[in-house]
């Protein structure tokens, strides 16, 4: 399920053997299985005998409770009945087995909605009501969450009417390995590993690096992408000529069969809401290159003494420098001009 990527929250990863949430950070949870389920617009067909003229709108309403603003509700979203016609109505489908077996409780059992290319607040899970609306539902997941603001709204004039409301989920990308503020110590490269998604229906067409902040950008071989599915995410991995040492911001961007790309920076679509902030995904790591000889030479001094040369933030524990040779260096280039 493609959650709203967002950059600052807390987020859930789902273990298989107990079926429960685990908290972590970072970039969000998201994954990609194989729902099984029946569409949504052959139930209102077959089993309701379809829908009034003036249906605009079906709203799903989850089993469980949701709390806002000291208001208590079930949840509740809705997406358009043009969406649930779509493409033979396999866009919206009423799931009732994940990976082949039955869904996990976690994952919405008995019964979720899947609504492909959306976010993923639209797939109710242990969806128990569905409703035929003439405008969206007035839930406040639907009406008051999920809305993107220009970076000038904020606390000050934020209003449930002057963003928009977020359904397809946009391009989105991360680095998985290495971590951020990782010590790498290599020869020349570095491989990174990663996935990119892209909502709407559209797919992953080339994922690119850049080894500099957003200037430089290396497309990763698509024989190093997973395959191409509809509504799928593709992994990634590249190995990364770095030649530079010292803290380098790695990011990722992905481009897809729309042309779409992401904001390179977060200060380029800041959003108040925070929800699916698809700036271009950033870690720093310090780089060691081996491939060059003063580096070479160093980490040959610290494995001679069976020492490490991290943490870094710690000093050498032993001389940078023989006295002779920096006064050989020294008297070759004197700090002051001759004459
Ligand atoms: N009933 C109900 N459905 C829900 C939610 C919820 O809190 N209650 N969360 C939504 C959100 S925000 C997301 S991202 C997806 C997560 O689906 P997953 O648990 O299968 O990853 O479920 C959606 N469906
Ligand atoms: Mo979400």
Redesign the pocket.
């Known amino acids: ?1 493609h ?1 709203g990527v967002s950059r600052f929250y807390a987020s859930t990863v ?1 273990s298989e053997e107990s079926d429960r949430y685990h908290i972590t950070t970072g970039e969000g ?1 998201i ?1 990609t299985a194989v729902y099984k389920g029946v569409p949504l617009k052959k139930v209102l067909k077959v089993a309701c005998g379809g829908v009034l003229p003036e249906c605009g709108h079906l709203e799903f309403i ?1 089993a ?1 409770t ?1 709390f806002k603003k000291l208001n208590v509700f079930n ?1 509740a979203v809705s997406v358009p009945y043009r969406k649930v016609r779509q493409h033979g109505g396999e866009e919206v489908l009423l799931a009732y087995e994940m990976n082949g077996k039955p869904l996990p409780k ?3 059992y008995p019964l979720r909605m899947v609504v492909t290319g959306y976010i ?2 639209r ?4 969806v128990y009501r569905i409703n035929a609306l003439s405008e969206p539902s007035m839930g406040p997941v639907q009406r008051q969450e999920y809305l993107y603001f220009t970076s000038q709204v904020g606390k000050q004039n934020a209003k449930y009417s002057n963003g928009f409301s977020i359904q397809q989920m946009p391009v989105s990308s991360a680095i998985l390995s290495p971590e951020d503020k990782q010590v790498i110590v290599h020869s020349g490269t570095i491989t990174l590993k990663g996935w990119a998604y892209s909502g709407g229906g559209n797919w992953v067409e080339r994922v690119e690096i850049s080894p500099d902040g957003g200037h430089v950008w290396y497309a990763v071989d698509p024989d190093n992408l997973t395959e191409k599915h509809y509504h799928a995410w593709r992994l990634w991995s590249i190995d990364l000529p770095v030649d530079a040492e010292g803290w380098l911001e790695f990011c990722v961007r992905c481009w897809d069969s729309s042309n779409n790309t992401e904001p390179t920076f977060v200060r380029s679509a800041w959003n108040w809401d925070l929800h699916v902030t698809s700036s271009c995904h950033r870690i720093k790591i310090y780089s060691v290159n081996k491939s060059r000889p003063e580096t070479a030479k160093r980490l040959a001094q610290f494995e001679e003494r069976g020492l490490d040369i991290q943490p870094i933030t710690l000093p050498c524990e032993f001389t940078l420098e023989p006295v002779d040779e920096y006064l050989a260096a020294y008297r070759k280039r004197p700090r002051e001009p001759k004459n």
């Open positions: 399920m959650h789902w949870a994954g989850g469980d949701y949840y976690m994952h919405g993923g607040a797939s109710c899970k242990w």
